[in-house]
């Protein structure tokens, strides 16, 4: 499992979302991820993916969400890709807010595009407003796909668990979901169809001619971190570099608090 292929990265990204890695006695365990029927064209991609012996079954059960469940479960049990896919980050037993980034060099997009497979969502508003989500338990999967959407978009999102039960609900909408969807789902990568047909029309969408056009957030640089950091002052800052003062502030913050890198020395 190279996962600077894109195939692979998204694979594990799909896992560590959606999957279990269970720890039986002595050497014994297995990986199983369970999903959907409709969408058992995946788990068949998985196993081809895998150079190991694995299976793929179908059950009906009732759940909490409906009467009758119809899903396929792809299951694992080689003790080598176990002690693989754990040494890259992916967790034995519950793993919600344990997960995090793998270890080492990986394809981003791929990466990510795997968790919203497994834990987000694509698609349209109650009004029609094209979306791209993330519901997620994990800080650090949280925080990795703000940092990239940013990059991408120049979207920011500040980040917080919601009240209710503790998750972080990480949400783009119109034209950033549009990009981003773009950037995440390109031709021919391995996703469910679903999505990917989704991802795919919301390209088409196009802001009503009545509805106040996107504001284009103005990326910050070195040179006016250095400004900013020099005058030590919101209100100058501001005024020096263009900027509202509300904006120098937050910045000022994130630079002192560490959440940005500071500006290099000149």
């Known amino acids: 499992m190279d996962l600077t292929v894109p195939e692979y990265a998204y694979m594990f990204g799909f896992l560590q979302a959606d999957g279990h890695l269970a720890q039986g006695v002595g050497q014994k365990g297995r990986l199983t991820a369970e999903i959907s029927v409709r969408d058992i064209d995946l788990l068949r991609e998985f196993q081809k993916l895998t150079p190991y012996y694995s299976s793929i079954t179908e059950r009906t059960r009732s759940t909490n969400f409906a009467e009758a469940s119809h899903t396929a479960v792809w299951t694992l ?25 793998p270890y080492g060099e990986f394809s981003q997009r791929d990466y990510l595009r795997g968790v919203i497979d497994a834990d987000g969502s694509v698609g349209y508003t109650s009004k029609g407003f094209p979306f791209i989500s993330l519901t997620t338990a994990s800080t650090a999967i949280a925080t990795y796909l703000g940092h990239h959407a940013r990059e991408v978009t120049g979207a920011e999102r500040i980040l917080k668990r919601n009240a209710r039960d503790s998750v972080y609900n990480v949400f783009y909408m119109m034209e950033t979901a549009q990009n981003l969807a773009a950037h995440f789902y390109y031709p021919g990568c391995l996703s469910l169809e ?40 919101p209100t100058a800052a501001a005024e020096a570099l263009g900027r509202t003062p509300q904006s120098c502030n937050l910045r000022m913050w994130r630079l002192r608090s560490g959440q940005v890198p500071m500006p290099s020395e000149q």
């Open 194 to 233: 679903r999505k990917r047909a989704v991802a795919g029309s919301i390209a088409t969408w196009v802001r009503p001619a009545d509805m106040r056009a996107a504001h284009t957030r103005r990326r910050w640089n070195e040179c006016e971190d250095r400004i900013l950091l020099k005058l030590n002052s």
């Open 77 to 101: 049990c080689s003790l080598e890709a176990r002690t693989r896919l754990n040494g890259l980050g992916l967790p034995y037993g519950r793993k919600s807010q344990a997960i995090s980034p």
